[in-house]
């Protein structure tokens, strides 16, 4: 390929990326709120289309209208992957993997009736209402909780390990109170299904202790458990609290070309994910 054909080439993907990931052009920001309507459109047919009596009056015109959003939406996410310099960077994203979630449930109706109730998925496509609407101050606080949350994983393993032993001698102790004389209790998983179901304060009350011991420790377990919920939060909450003194500030929201990235600062010449120049929506 010559360098004028070359130059052509980079330039018309250049501006299929700027229409379908830009939201700083007049452009990016109109196909971006076409495609929120789109999505928003085909989830209400979805759900529409799980009511019985909808279905049988308007089932063909459901079918065809997911049809068309599909087709839509197959080819938007082809153009995704054109327009940006390394797809499987996009593919393997976090809205990459959506996108294509978002189409396979139709083509999937071919071999596994019913599956076009899982395009519920592309209600996830919707947080792009975010970046379009440059609300990106809430992205940014998305990422300091996933940031927490990651930072808490050493501690919330621990305290998950330690709970699971806690449920395993709480239901070992109630299947030996309550076994003999309660038929709910006639197994050791039994009893720990109803220890986990008890200490997370859920109380099904499918199972329930008949003896006054049984009962006694049933409700030492609930108290305990309004104390094992609050664990978990404060770890999380410390770290919500320490990352939140790094938030950056003055970012826009231009996509990276090659790795599909957005969030830079407002005077980034260069990706700071991959170190691809980036390139100033028009």
């Known amino acids: 390929m010559s360098s004028h054909k070359k130059r052509e080439f980079h330039s018309s993907r250049e501006k299929i990326h700027e229409v379908i ?9 109109t196909f971006d709120i076409i495609l929120l309507i789109c999505i928003l459109a085909s989830v209400v047919v979805v759900v529409l289309e799980s009511v019985p009596s909808y279905d ?12 068309i959003f599909t087709i839509f939406f197959t080819i938007e996410y082809i153009l995704r992957l054109y327009s940006v310099y390394r797809p499987i960077k996009y593919a393997t994203s976090f809205f990459g993997i959506i996108d294509l979630m978002s189409i396979i449930p139709t083509y999937l109706t071919f071999l596994f009736a019913g599956s076009q109730s899982l395009m519920v998925v592309r209600g996830l496509r919707l947080l792009r209402v975010f970046r379009i609407f440059k609300l990106a101050n809430f992205l940014d606080e998305s990422k300091i909780i996933i940031s ?17 032993i ?22 050791i998983p039994r009893s720990i299904y109803w220890a986990i179901v008890t200490l997370t304060t ?5 199972i329930s202790p008949d003896t006054p011991l049984g ?15 609050a664990v978990p ?6 770290e919500v609290i320490n990352k939140t ?3 950056k500030v003055g970012f826009t929201n231009r996509t990276c070309l090659y790795c599909s990235k957005e969030g830079h600062d407002e005077d980034a010449e260069h990706c700071k994910y991959c170190g691809e120049e980036l390139h100033k929506d028009h």
């Not at 927490?148 to 699971?164: G, Q």
């Not at 009962?215 to 919920?229: K, T, V």
């Open 21 to 29: 990931f830009g939201t700083e052009t007049k452009a990016g920001k």
């Open 56 to 67: 049988a009056k308007y089932g063909k015109f459901f079918k065809a209208v997911e049809w």
């Open 148 to 164: 927490a949350l990651r930072a808490s994983r050493a501690k919330i393993s621990v305290f998950v390990v330690f709970i699971l």
């Open 166 to 187: 806690m449920v395993c001698i709480f239901g070992s102790v109630m299947y030996l109170v309550e076994g003999s004389d309660n038929s709910e209790f006639d197994s």
């Open 202 to 206: 859920v109380g099904y009350g499918d």
């Open 215 to 229: 009962q006694f420790i049933a409700a030492f377990i609930m108290i305990a458990g309004y104390a094992i919920i």
């Open 233 to 238: 939060t404060g770890i999380v909450t410390a």
């Open 245 to 247: 003194g790094d938030k």
